[in-house]
């Protein structure tokens, strides 16, 4: 998919890659819980009624979900909230827990309107922000902290299949979006300090490869950030970032096969507050499994841990 790199970190990349599928990451995908982690970080409280309304149909004012974007001690991993939009247009938000995990939640009805959403940081004030895809419109709409009004980010947005907000690529202040079109090409949106998103840029072609798309921050160690993709074969892979968004991302690197048994995979960034990107995945029992980062490609992930049920009807989760 990407340009290749130098010979010898070619050849390096291609010895991890191999070390890892050989090991095949089974503690990583079909694990339990550690000793270490018996306490474990806190699974999401069940949604609850709405508190609050906004008008159905089209954004009005800001989101007034919980804004608790929290940096793990002097680590740039951030541990985000976890937001997800059940059948019935009603959005929840769990802060994050200081002790990792996620609190209880705060909902709101009104949002049958979205049919895709992200959310990372644009701007400096160390919240989160959202932005929702109308499923009419096809307009995405910024909800930025410190803004009084949605952002209209244009129309065009319902022309790709996958969204996600990785963080920073291009070593601005502000997270970025990317998303895949329908021949599979992906693009970079990269993000501005003033809540827009500017013009697009092509990273590449083949990434209908995956059937998800995902990641928030580093999983490589060298304080980049990446990509992750599931594909069809149930094989996870790795597109580690190089810091320039017109260039975005190494070649892939496989990190994990037979990932099998999920419905959705999404992240927050660090969710147990160790300083290093996890993410988390829903199976199709409904259950959610957190699966908490080594920023190693020879050993990236530990085994999963149980965060329960409480997400098993939500249609869209970020």
Request: net charge positive; hydrophobic share 35%; aromatic share 10%.
């Amino acid at each position: 998919m990407q340009s290749s790199l130098p010979g010898g970190a070619r050849r390096t990349l291609r010895r991890l890659a191999t070390a890892t599928a050989a090991a095949g990451m089974a503690a990583a995908m079909a694990g339990t819980a550690t000793a270490a982690e018996a306490a474990g970080p806190s699974a999401p409280a069940a949604p609850t009624a709405p508190t609050a309304a906004v008008r159905t149909g089209v954004p009005q004012g800001a989101v007034a979900l919980p804004s608790a974007l929290a940096r793990a001690g002097t680590s740039r991993v951030a541990a985000l909230p976890l937001n997800a939009i059940d059948g019935k247009g009603t959005l929840c938000g769990w802060n994050p827990s200081s002790k990792g995990g996620f609190g209880s939640p705060t909902c709101y009805s009104g949002y049958s309107f979205v049919n895709g959403a992200v959310a990372g940081s644009i701007n400096s004030d160390r919240t989160e922000d959202v932005f929702l895809r109308h499923r009419s419109n096809g307009h995405l709409y910024g909800f930025v902290s410190g803004v009084s009004k949605p952002i209209d980010e244009g129309a065009g947005w319902n022309g790709y299949t996958a969204l996600a907000m990785p963080g920073n690529l291009g070593g601005t202040a502000a997270d970025d979006v990317v998303g895949r079109d329908r021949s599979g090409v992906l693009w970079v949106h990269p993000g501005y300090s003033n809540g827009h998103l500017g013009r697009r840029i092509r990273v590449g072609s083949g990434w209908n490869t995956y059937r998800a798309i995902f990641g928030k921050f580093d999983y490589t160690g060298d304080g980049r950030t990446d990509l992750l993709g599931v594909d069809y074969h149930n094989t996870v892979w790795v597109h580690p970032g190089t810091g320039d968004v017109k260039r975005p991302f190494h070649r892939r690197i496989r990190l994990a096969t037979n990932f099998r048994g999920y419905d959705y995979v999404l992240s927050t960034g660090d969710v147990n507050r160790d300083g290093r990107s996890d993410f988390l995945a829903r199976d199709t029992s409904g259950r959610l499994w957190l699966f908490r980062g080594y920023n190693r490609v020879s050993r990236p992930f530990a085994a999963r841990y149980s965060l329960g049920t409480a997400l098993r009807n939500e249609k869209i989760i970020f």
